[in-house]
């Protein structure tokens, strides 16, 4: 059964600071993974997706890679703001499956 | 404005009622989740629909029912059985086949027993 693990849970960071969140997965047959933001209280917005042929994925100040042989991506976010201020999901759908899967999550704050 | 809508934003349940949590999307999307949050963790399925008039169980379906009559719409009744309904759903939608298959979700339902 896939299982999806996010370090770490929490992370405090001074605005302007670079910062990377990671994401491992423990079934390496997936189809994509998708980065997601969630503000309190508040439903998912997708930040990035990558499929399994890809190895990263860009939008803005953010950067999304993938190593499937390993289990691993990360998202790498630069000159951070308070405006990044979240929790960052990211979730994996298998090859055979047909659903997502989610890791519990990591919980940015930035300090102005 | 293309989206997933979620209704209510809040709902309060009392003990034994089954209550019902609406969602619509104008998408055009095949397939439809659900899916509850707990504070601090993930989220877990309860549902999904990848096609009008059919379903499947997720990893945490019991207590819970869903149908699919409408591509644009997916509702969750909250049964009297699940005893522990106090948490915060989800839905979403997906275009399977499409270019990039993103999932995209609604704004969400907060649940609480009286």
């Known amino acids: 059964k896939q299982e999806v693990t996010q370090i770490p849970a929490a992370l405090s960071v001074p605005e302007g600071e670079n910062l990377v969140l990671n994401c491992s997965f423990t079934?390496?047959?997936?189809?994509?993974l998708q980065w997601f933001r969630q503000d309190p209280g508040k439903g998912l917005t997708s930040l990035l997706l990558i499929q399994s042929s890809q190895r990263e994925q860009t939008s803005g100040r953010l950067n999304a890679s993938l190593d499937k042989s390993s289990g691993r991506s990360t998202l790498y976010i630069a000159a951070s703001q308070p405006g990044d201020s979240a929790t960052y999901l990211c979730a994996v759908i298998t090859d055979y499956g047909q659903n997502f899967v989610f890791g519990p999550g990591t919980r940015l704050s930035v300090l102005p | 404005d293309g989206g997933i809508t979620q209704s209510p934003k809040y709902l309060f349940r009392k003990e034994g009622q089954n209550v019902t949590l609406s969602c619509e999307q104008n998408l055009n999307h095949d397939a439809m989740y659900w899916y509850r949050q707990d504070p601090g963790q993930g989220l877990r399925l309860i549902y999904y629909?990848?096609?009008?008039?059919?379903?499947q169980k997720g990893d945490i379906a019991e207590g819970y029912s869903v149908s699919r009559e409408k591509k644009e719409s997916f509702p969750l009744t909250v049964t009297s059985a699940q005893k522990n309904p106090t948490a915060f759903y989800l839905c979403?939608?997906?275009?399977?086949?499409?270019?990039?298959?993103?999932?995209?979700f609604g704004p969400g339902t907060r649940l609480l027993v009286l």
């Open positions: 979403a939608s997906r275009d399977v086949g499409g270019v990039q298959e993103t999932q995209y």
């Open positions: 629909s990848q096609i009008v008039n059919d379903f």
């Open positions: 079934d390496s047959a997936i189809y994509n």
